[in-house]
């Protein structure tokens, strides 16, 4: 069966740093396209980013362009998500997401 596990959250101080790691297996992981999405307190889950099957092409939500990283490595099934320069507004619990499968998901809190 698919499964999606993240870890790699965790609590950081404003300015600082943190990388999500996401292991996929249940399918073939190098057909599929990968998101990370996140969801906040009381808020709506959004698309966090977006990494094309065999990584050439990536997307990413404007509130996070220029910080954030997504990246995958098919010979590991894994997607990653490196996060620099995080706001207390990136507290929330990300997400990996595939073919309509997600995760458990992993805590970002971002607090001095």
């Known amino acids: 069966q698919v499964q999606l596990v993240e870890s790699g959250g965790g609590l950081v101080q404003p300015g600082g740093s943190l990388r999500l790691s996401c292991a996929a297996s249940g399918f073939t992981f190098d057909h599929y396209a990968m998101s990370w999405y996140r969801q906040a307190p009381g808020k709506e889950r959004e698309l966090v980013a977006t990494i094309s099957r065999l990584g050439g092409s990536t997307n990413y939500a404007d509130s996070v362009k220029g910080r954030f990283t997504i990246s995958r490595d098919n010979a590991k099934n894994t997607v990653y998500l490196q996060m620099n320069s995080l706001k207390p507004e990136d507290t929330a619990v990300y997400y990996c997401?595939?073919?309509?499968?997600w995760g458990q998901g992993t805590q970002v809190t971002v607090s001095s």
């Open positions: 997401h595939a073919m309509g499968f």
